[in-house]
């Protein structure tokens, strides 16, 4: 049985993340993202990586040899060609409507939800959390009906640099709509 997962920010390549992130080494880095993705991901499973996958071609070569159906959200530090990621992932996007959901690299504008809550990375100071209530019934979503961010960027998961399930996403993404 699959299972679908979120995670964002990878940074795979990227030669100043430890300025960012606690660890000693770029290597490191990636080496403890790798590890963490293979103790969770099947083969069969499908990782929706919510932009700046890897910033070189040897990041995203390790991103190939990683379990899984692997479909990308660009984000701003993905600037290889396209082909690059084309090899690498099934599917290669700019944002992405998905069960409800807007899945994109930075948050969008809440005046865009329309109802559908935002899974995104990009944040990596943490990001908006704030519900929005859809006002607009002129564009086929229901007046009234609620919307909020959640943030894949790997160091802000629940659990820090794990791949996160979907329907984990929803719970959280729920429970901010039903304390609001």
């Given at each position: 049985m699959s299972n679908v997962y979120f995670i964002g920010d990878l940074h795979f390549g990227h030669s100043n993340i430890c300025k960012f992130r606690p660890f000693p080494t770029e290597a490191a880095h990636r080496g403890h993202l790798m590890q963490k993705w293979?103790?969770?991901i099947?083969?069969?499973?499908?990782?929706?990586?919510l932009g700046d996958?890897?910033?070189?071609q040897e990041g995203l070569d390790d991103i190939d040899v990683l379990p899984g159906r692997k479909i990308l959200v660009r984000g701003n530090h993905d600037l290889l060609p396209t082909e690059?990621?084309?090899k690498v992932f099934e599917e290669v996007y700019g944002m992405l409507a998905y069960k409800g959901l807007w899945l994109t690299h930075a948050p969008m504008h809440p005046s865009e939800l329309f109802g559908r809550s935002n899974v995104h990375g990009h944040s990596h100071?943490?990001?908006p959390t704030t519900v929005h209530i859809s006002g607009d019934s002129s564009r086929g979503?229901?007046?009234g009906s609620k919307a909020t961010y959640f943030n894949t960027c790997c160091e802000h998961l629940p659990v820090p640099y794990v791949p996160m399930n979907y329907h984990d996403?929803?719970?959280?993404?729920?429970?901010?709509?039903?304390?609001?």
């Amino acid at each position: 049985m699959s299972n679908v997962y979120f995670i964002g920010d990878l940074h795979f390549g990227h030669s100043n993340i430890c300025k960012f992130r606690p660890f000693p080494t770029e290597a490191a880095h990636r080496g403890h993202l790798m590890q963490k993705w293979i103790e969770r991901i099947s083969k069969r499973d499908v990782v929706f990586v919510l932009g700046d996958a890897a910033f070189t071609q040897e990041g995203l070569d390790d991103i190939d040899v990683l379990p899984g159906r692997k479909i990308l959200v660009r984000g701003n530090h993905d600037l290889l060609p396209t082909e690059c990621y084309m090899k690498v992932f099934e599917e290669v996007y700019g944002m992405l409507a998905y069960k409800g959901l807007w899945l994109t690299h930075a948050p969008m504008h809440p005046s865009e939800l329309f109802g559908r809550s935002n899974v995104h990375g990009h944040s990596h100071r943490g990001g908006p959390t704030t519900v929005h209530i859809s006002g607009d019934s002129s564009r086929g979503y229901q007046t009234g009906s609620k919307a909020t961010y959640f943030n894949t960027c790997c160091e802000h998961l629940p659990v820090p640099y794990v791949p996160m399930n979907y329907h984990d996403v929803m719970a959280h993404i729920k429970e901010r709509i039903r304390t609001s």
